[in-house]
């Protein structure tokens, strides 16, 4: 447990003021963590290294160059139909070509490619957007997993999905959804954050969901891995994965509400 707090303190000092500064010393933060949450994926598929290093290079590269597009300025257009599409078309094809029996699958790689890449980008987006909003999406999250967390240990009694986290029950998934919708609709009326009434009860419906579904597919990887936690960089707290699997679906939902509009 000491460890364990301990390691939470040295990231709190680290990230916090990062995340407050944002621009390029937040990106320098972002960047780092998507290349080790990409290795921790690659790790975990392919332990034995039966895939070709390049192909990981190429998954790799592809991940850092979605996180890095806004940078560039790239119009949305040609984002998607330069960098991921054609990323994941070339490994789709490589895995067709190369596909042999017994072959570890490389289905998983374009997978890495936009789910590792776009939530990493897409707290990027939502960062430079507001600081506000970034406080929006990692508090609703954390309120919400923890809720569940103690709602499930005083309430529970119905497993949720018992085959992928026995631990997880229904009354716990409903406790951590009630409390950040709550929490999301108080803090966004509070700030003043969204112009339209809409979005905010979108988000807040929303977010609570996402953030135990993003969980429970970290559990399913895990789980069909065979592994307990996906990297160890973080002693009593596991890998970057470990760490942000409840923000990655919450934090692309607000990333498209920011592309289509609905923020902004």
Known sequence: MKERILTAICLL??????????????????????????????????????????????????TLCVVLMPVFRMP?????????????????????IRAKKGQEDISLYPLIIFYVGYSFRALVEIRNQSLTLFIFLIATVILTDSMAYFAGRFFGKHKLVPKISPKKTVEGAI???????????????????????????????LLPILSQIGDLVASALKRQHDIKDFGKIFPGHGGVMDRVDSQMLAAILIYMMILFGGLG
Request: no cysteine.
């Open 76 to 96: 949305a257009f040609y984002n998607a139909q330069f960098v991921s599409i054609g990323f994941v078309l070339a490994l789709l094809v490589v895995s067709a």
């Open 175 to 205: 406790g951590g959804w009630l409390a950040g919708v709550v929490f999301a609709i108080g803090f966004g009326l509070r700030t003043e954050l969204f112009a339209q009434m809409w979005v905010l009860i979108v988000l807040a419906l």
């Open 13 to 62: 000092a680290v990230v916090i003021p990062l995340v407050y500064l944002g621009g390029y010393w937040f990106m320098g933060l972002i960047l780092i963590a998507t290349g080790i949450a990409t290795y921790e994926m690659l790790t975990m598929h392919d332990r034995e290294n039966r895939i070709p290093l390049w192909i990981k290079g190429i998954t790799f590269i592809g």
